[in-house]
């Protein structure tokens, strides 16, 4: 059995969830694992690795913020992670989101690149691997990266932002880092990323997709009175779900949605912050994040629809949630969207159509699919990780 070592850059959220879910189907498959992380605390019942401290954080943020220089901090901080990696002395590590303030990539892959004989595995969330900085390019509609990041960056302003923009050097710095790794394979959760990061400089690498999953023991139709407390059980409820509200997660589309349908209607946002709340029209119901569960799923159960304007995203992990309570799922043609929602052409529309969708009555089909299950990507990972000692071609 392996000794595995996950790196990710919180222990919550959606990529957070995935490596607590890895970690005990690994231990529970005869695995030693452990957890490293940068941001938020540590769960309880789990062999974790904190990163730096606060003001690590704080330091590669100003860095970041000034320099454009997201993923070169934490000098001082990784080259301690790196003591504590060789004292647990890993077979196996598992990359996640190496970018979040938290960790120095070049001090990492150095690492990396040292040891041959530890199998690598990257799960590739995003794009910022690949970019000289950005997360996702789709809304501003740039392809520099597939050969250069060079002149005014589009998204200098989007996470992570930056005063000075300098994604020439940066683009140039990440391609010398990630590339010429040994044993390591690539991980994407849709087909839609595979298919950019074959475009990029990891191209050479192998590549899998390994579709996310959720716990279907938890996400599943749930019979509540939750619209009956809001005083909307006689309405069709219009639901989206996010853990940041922005513009590129669609929060101007529903906006502009409310003022188009009638009181038949009820759209419901979960996730807000207290300000969108407050700025919200009075015909959306506005729900600050919440970390009750069983809250969700009930609304998740209780809305006619799962609507996802998301203008670009990777494989969102709330399609997959309402779908596994009893929900549809629509959503625009943007990244994986479609793929996490198992969407056919009815299920995705363009943002000029949305009126004319919405007005008509709500009565969709909900897709069928076993991918949905979280332990179906756990067994996909576990091959990986029980493979042989051999490294990857």
Known sequence: MSRILFINSVCNGSTGTICK??????????????????????PEGFNTIKIGNQLDIYLHVLKARLFDASGFGSKK????????????????????????????????????KQHPEI???????????????????????????QI??????????????????????????KKEIFSNVENIILVTPSKWLKDEVGKSYLKDYPIEVINNGVDI?????????????????????????????????????????????DDQYQIVLIGL????????????IGISRTENVQELVKWYSAADVYFNPTLEDNYPTTNLEAIACGTPVVTFNTGGSPESAFAGEDYIIEKKDIFNFFKNDINLEVPKSDILDFKEMNRSYLNIYSKGNGKYE
Not at 26 to 34: N, P, R, S, V
Not at 132 to 144: E, L, Q
């Open 21 to 42: 879910n890895l970690y005990k189907a690994a231990e529970e498959a005869g695995h030693t694992c452990c957890i490293a992380y940068g941001r938020g605390d540590a």
């Open 119 to 145: 199998k690598k595995i990257w799960t590739l969330h995003d794009c910022w691997s690949f970019t000289g900085h950005c997360a996702y390019y789709t809304y501003a509609k740039c392809d520099k990266w």
């Open 77 to 112: 901080a990784t080259k301690d992670f790196i003591k504590q990696i060789e004292e647990f002395k890993p077979d196996v590590i598992h990359l996640h989101n190496i970018h979040g303030y938290y960790v120095n990539i070049e001090i990492l892959f150095n690492y990396l």
């Open 273 to 284: 912050s207290k300000k969108q709340i407050e700025q919200l029209p009075n015909n959306i």
């Open 148 to 173: 250069c990041c060079i002149g005014k960056c589009p998204n200098k302003k989007e996470y992570p932002q930056t005063l000075f923009s300098n994604i020439k050097r940066n683009f140039n710095k």
């Open 217 to 261: 023991n938890v996400f599943k139709p749930t019979p509540s009175h939750i619209k009956q407390q809001y005083g909307i059980e006689n309405k069709k409820v219009i639901l989206g779900v996010a853990s940041v509200w922005d513009k590129r997660k669609g929060l101007d589309t529903f906006i502009d949605l409310s003022k188009e349908l």
